[in-house]
């Protein structure tokens, strides 16, 4: 079965015509890479911001418009090269982690909040800890075998938690105000 075939990847919080998502597709794309590439630190304000757009995204985009959202993030931090300073190869490590990490919580906004209808907070605060539980684990995994340096297991714990709580706050005030717009 083709993943994005899901019926369950077609649900948005409320319908956009075309235009409008390949527009907002464009934007939280633009979001998501330029951010981490432009900005790289406080790494508070930069992970918030990537948060913002994944939930978004699971919002209001549909299937394989997904994607960018989810992959670009660990894009730009790689490129610019400064967040994780002399740690950022190490980001090669953790890439589909995040990809993977990303997706749970897009794939949280999908099934809890738009498929079974539970609150936007329970929602964010289920995909924030199960984001930060995989990607928690998979710096310990890489640590404990020697692959990753101690660094990553607070920025893929903690900060990870807070980013995705700030960010999830962010993104309901933005769709908000788009939904009385």
Do not use: D
């Not at 931090?77 to 190869?89: K, W, Y």
């Not at 297991?153 to 908000?176: D, P, W």
């Amino acid at each position: 079965m083709n993943f994005y075939k899901n019926s369950l990847w077609e649900k948005t919080e409320y319908g956009l015509s075309n235009v409008q998502e390949n527009l907002e597709l464009i934007a939280y794309s633009m979001l998501a890479l330029l951010v981490p590439f432009a900005f790289g630190h406080p790494q508070m304000l930069v992970g918030a911001l990537v948060n913002a757009a994944l939930i978004l995204a699971a919002l209001n985009l549909k299937n394989q418009k997904l994607l960018p959202i989810i992959l670009l993030p660990s894009v730009g931090v790689l490129a610019r090269g400064l967040i994780f300073g002399p740690f950022t190869l190490f980001l090669v490590y953790m890439m589909p982690f995040i990809w993977c990490g990303n997706t749970i919580l897009v794939y949280s906004f999908k099934k809890l909040g738009l498929e079974n209808g539970v609150g936007r907070f329970r929602t964010l605060i289920a995909g924030a800890l199960a984001k930060t539980l995989f990607l928690f684990t998979s710096a310990f995994i890489l640590h404990s075998a020697g692959i990753l340096p101690k660094i990553f297991l607070t920025t893929m714990g903690v900060l990870q938690l807070a980013t995705a709580l700030i960010g999830g706050i962010i993104a309901f005030t933005i769709q908000s105000v788009k939904k009385t717009a």
